[in-house]
C-alpha cells in the first residue's frame, strides 16, 4: 500500500511540473529531433517581461513594445555546428505578423515565403537565421557555420518546430 501511494505521488509530482513547463518552451525541439543535432547542456533560457535582458542583452524593450510575452531559448550542436533556437510567445497573430514584417524591413528582405502555416525569410548575414512566424508564435533559428549546410539545418529546425506549434 505504501509503495501504491508512493507511486501515485511521484506521478502527480511529474504531472505538475510537466504543468509548470511554459508552452513556448515546449515549442524548442527535443535533442535529435533534426537529424544529429544534440541540445547543448545548460544553453536553455525562459524569460518573460523585464527578464527577457536575459536573452537580449541589451535591446530587450524592442521586444516587449511590439508584444513580446515570453521567450525561449536553446542552442543545439553537431559535431563543431552550432544553432541557436529562440520562440517567443506574441500578444496576438497580428503582433507576429508584423514583427515579422519589421524584421524583414531591417534585413532588407522584399518577401517572404509561405509553407504549411509557416511565413518566414532568410538571411544570410552576418550569419544564416531564418525568421518565422505561426499563429502567435514568432521565431529565428540561427547557424553559425558555412551557408551550404546552415541553409537547410535552419529550414529542418523552423519545420520541427511549425510541427509542434499547436492547431487552433
Known amino acids: ?71 525561449a531559448r536553446q542552442m543545439y550542436e553537431r559535431d563543431k555546428d552550432y544553432v541557436e533556437v529562440t520562440v517567443h510567445t506574441m500578444k496576438s497573430e497580428k503582433a507576429a505578423a508584423d514583427f515579422l514584417k519589421y524584421w524583414q524591413k531591417e534585413n532588407n528582405v522584399k518577401s517572404a515565403s509561405k509553407s504549411s502555416g509557416t511565413t518566414f525569410f532568410v538571411v544570410t548575414k552576418p550569419n544564416v537565421t531564418l525568421y518565422f512566424v505561426k499563429r502567435q508564435y514568432f521565431g529565428t533559428v540561427s547557424a553559425f557555420y558555412a551557408q551550404d549546410r546552415a541553409k537547410k539545418d535552419v529550414t529542418m529546425f523552423s519545420d520541427a518546430i511549425s510541427k509542434l506549434i499547436p492547431s487552433r
Open 1 to 71: 500500500m505504501k509503495r501504491l501511494l508512493l507511486l501515485l505521488l511521484l506521478g502527480i509530482t511529474g504531472m505538475l511540473t510537466a504543468a509548470e513547463v511554459p508552452l513556448v518552451q515546449k515549442l524548442l525541439p527535443a535533442a535529435n529531433a533534426v537529424k544529429g543535432f544534440k541540445t547543448v547542456p545548460g544553453s536553455l533560457v525562459y524569460a518573460k517581461g523585464d527578464e527577457l535582458s536575459k536573452i537580449y542583452d541589451g535591446g530587450y524593450e524592442l521586444y516587449t513594445k511590439n508584444g513580446v510575452i515570453d521567450a
